[in-house]
Nanobody, 113 residues
Framework: QVQLVESGGGLVQPGGSLRLSCVVSGRSISDAILRWYRQAPGKQRELIAP???????TYTESEEGRFFMSRDNTKNAIYLQMNSLKPEDTAVYYCYMPRYDKWGQGTQVTVSA
């Protein structure tokens, strides 16, 4: 069975940066679809990028230029680099592997002065 573990969240001031990691165990992520989601209190979980396949990432317009996604197949991990963070980015961030319908536990990102 596959397991997804996120890390790298924390409390940062507006304008700061964080790099989130999602390490997958049990299965190779090579050529697999992996996605980042986030969920703020009182809101539904939202997709950050539609897909990550072979290192190719698609962003929403509001996130473009601030959020950057990548993967390292050797480490069996995907990453989310977040720059110029805003209070509106505060949420629990999750990684998801559709093939096995597996979610990580999430990592909390709080942007506040």
């Amino acid at each position: 069975q596959v397991q997804l573990v996120e890390s790298g969240g924390g409390l940062v001031q507006p304008g700061g940066s964080l790099r989130l990691s999602c390490v997958v165990s049990g299965r190779s992520i090579s050529d697999a679809i992996l996605r980042w989601y986030r969920q703020a209190p009182g809101k539904q979980r939202e997709l950050i990028a539609p897909r990550i396949v072979n290192g190719i990432t698609t962003y929403t317009e509001s996130e473009e230029g601030r959020f950057f996604m990548s993967r390292d197949n050797t480490k069996n991990a995907i990453y989310l680099q977040m720059n110029s963070l805003k209070p509106e980015d505060t949420a629990v961030y999750y990684c998801y592997m559709p093939r096995y319908d597996k979610w990580g536990q999430g990592t909390q990102v709080t942007v506040s002065a």
